[in-house]
């Protein structure tokens, strides 16, 4: 089994690193990796941030372990040539369309939440975002107006096919769940989000046994604020899942803690920690690796067939936590190769 490794920039070859030392540790017969640089890594060194081999790669790997892209030395590039465009190739290129990240708070991590313990400890959602459509991916430049203005324009659209085929794998997750589905858009404003509430209704015939509810994006940050307990698994569409998990992961208590999948139709995927590259930490030792690590047992489990590795990786990280590892986001002090060594650790019990 192929393990393709895209460390990327800013801290991602440092929490990867971790990752990977955590499946050696499980000593996992046929696993093998091969690693290819992406992001502004890959445009320093062969001048495009998503080169041939690393795409192929990408292609010939059973599973992909990804960690971050973003460089402050890349701003100024034209849009395509920017780090950030890697990971959206990628996912296009593979049609990698379903992103699952999961938000659950740790019983110790209770007072690293934004929220109020009593709130933060019922959070457990499964938000399931769309990956390949919407304004990410539709028509978008620069034009001027008639009255000589300067005006930006980003075209937000999805097909009933896209809808569906999003709509499908959201069912499917709340059944595995608790069989509580809720949609997010904003159909009250929106023709895509009307199109986005028809067709997820018309999806809902093939799965009785789930509950649907609909509920407007700026009313679903709020009560994921207010009450998250009241979620299960969540489906919405690309940009809305975007602000939305970013928004979980603090509820949950850092986004250096949470993990995503991001799925094709056969269960080929690519797996990444939700936070970002944070230039301004990387090389210092300071970040958090557990996001990496819970996201290469999201691998095991989905992409490899292999649950019980996977649910050893989960264990052995509430462990290290329940033991008092803190790294600097947590409001702790341990470096990023501590809370690795620790987490490999709390395997070997």
Same mark, same amino acid.
């Given at each position: 089994?192929?393990?393709? /490794?895209?460390?990327?920039?800013?801290?991602?070859?440092?929490?990867?690193?971790?990752?990977?030392?955590?499946?050696?540790?499980?000593?996992?017969?046929?696993?093998?990796?091969?690693?290819?640089?992406?992001?502004?890594?890959?445009?320093?060194?062969?001048?495009?941030?998503?080169? @041939? +081999?690393?795409?192929?790669?990408?292609?010939?790997?059973?599973?992909?372990?990804?960690?971050?892209?973003?460089?402050?030395?890349?701003?100024?590039?034209?849009?395509?040539?920017?780090?950030?465009?890697?990971?959206?190739?990628?996912?296009?290129?593979?049609? /990698?369309?379903?992103?699952?990240? *999961?938000?659950?708070?740790?019983?110790?991590?209770?007072?690293?939440?934004?929220?109020? *313990?009593?709130?933060?400890?019922?959070?457990?959602?499964?938000?399931?975002?769309?990956?390949?459509?919407?304004? #990410?991916?539709?028509?978008?430049?620069?034009?001027?107006?008639?009255? $000589?203005?300067?005006? $930006?324009?980003?075209?937000?659209? #999805?097909?009933?096919?896209?809808?569906?085929?999003?709509?499908?794998?959201?069912?499917?997750?709340?059944?595995?769940?608790?069989?509580?589905?809720?949609?997010?858009?904003?159909?009250? =404003?929106?023709?895509?989000?009307?199109?986005?509430?028809?067709?997820?209704?018309?999806?809902?015939?093939?799965?009785?046994?789930?509950?649907?509810?609909?509920?407007? =994006?700026?009313?679903?940050?709020?009560?994921?604020?207010?009450?998250? $307990?009241?979620?299960?698994?969540?489906?919405?569409?690309?940009?809305?899942? @975007?602000?939305?998990?970013?928004?979980?992961?603090?509820?949950?208590?850092?986004?250096?803690?949470?993990?995503?999948?991001?799925?094709?139709?056969?269960? +080929? $995927?690519? #797996?990444?920690? =939700?936070?970002?590259?944070?230039?301004?930490?990387?090389?210092?030792?300071?970040?958090?690796?557990?996001?990496?690590? /819970?996201?290469?047992? &999201? &691998?095991?489990?989905?992409?490899?067939?292999?649950?019980?590795?996977?649910?050893?990786?989960?264990?052995?990280?509430? +462990?290290?936590?329940?033991?008092?590892?803190?790294?600097? @986001?947590?409001?702790?002090?341990?470096?990023?190769?501590?809370?690795?060594?620790?987490?490999?650790?709390?395997?070997?019990?």
């Amino acid at each position: 089994m192929l393990v393709a /490794l895209l460390p990327g920039d800013g801290i991602g070859p440092e929490v990867i690193v971790e990752a990977v030392r955590v499946l050696e540790a499980l000593d996992i017969h046929g696993l093998i990796f091969e690693e290819a640089p992406i992001g502004g890594a890959a445009y320093k060194e062969y001048g495009h941030p998503l080169p @041939d +081999k690393t795409l192929d790669l990408a292609k010939r790997a059973d599973a992909i372990l990804f960690g971050a892209v973003g460089d402050p030395d890349c701003d100024a590039l034209e849009r395509h040539l920017r780090p950030e465009q890697a990971i959206l190739g990628v996912r296009k290129e593979l049609q /990698l369309f379903a992103n699952l990240r *999961p938000a659950n708070l740790f019983p110790e991590l209770a007072d690293a939440s934004a929220l109020r *313990p009593e709130i933060a400890r019922d959070i457990d959602v499964m938000i399931v975002r769309e990956l390949t459509g919407d304004v #990410y991916f539709g028509e978008k430049g620069m034009r001027t107006t008639d009255d $000589g203005l300067r005006q $930006g324009y980003d075209i937000m659209a #999805y097909d009933e096919a896209e809808i569906a085929r999003i709509a499908r794998a959201g069912f499917e997750t709340a059944q595995a769940r608790r069989c509580k589905l809720c949609s997010v858009d904003k159909a009250n =404003v929106l023709e895509t989000s009307q199109l986005w509430r028809d067709v997820m209704v018309e999806v809902s015939a093939d799965y009785p046994d789930v509950e649907l509810r609909h509920m407007y =994006v700026d009313n679903a940050a709020m009560q994921l604020v207010r009450d998250p $307990g009241q979620f299960d698994t969540i489906v919405t569409g690309n940009l809305f899942g @975007d602000i939305l998990s970013d928004l979980a992961s603090m509820c949950a208590g850092s986004i250096g803690m949470l993990p995503s999948a991001s799925l094709d139709a056969g269960g +080929k $995927g690519l #797996y990444e920690p =939700v936070h970002g590259s944070a230039p301004d930490i990387a090389g210092e030792g300071k970040a958090n690796p557990l996001a990496t690590i /819970l996201s290469a047992a &999201m &691998m095991l489990r989905y992409s490899l067939d292999m649950s019980q590795p996977a649910d050893r990786i989960e264990q052995a990280v509430a +462990k290290a936590l329940a033991d008092g590892l803190r790294t600097a @986001d947590l409001g702790g002090s341990a470096t990023t190769r501590q809370a690795g060594d620790a987490v490999i650790a709390a395997l070997a019990h």
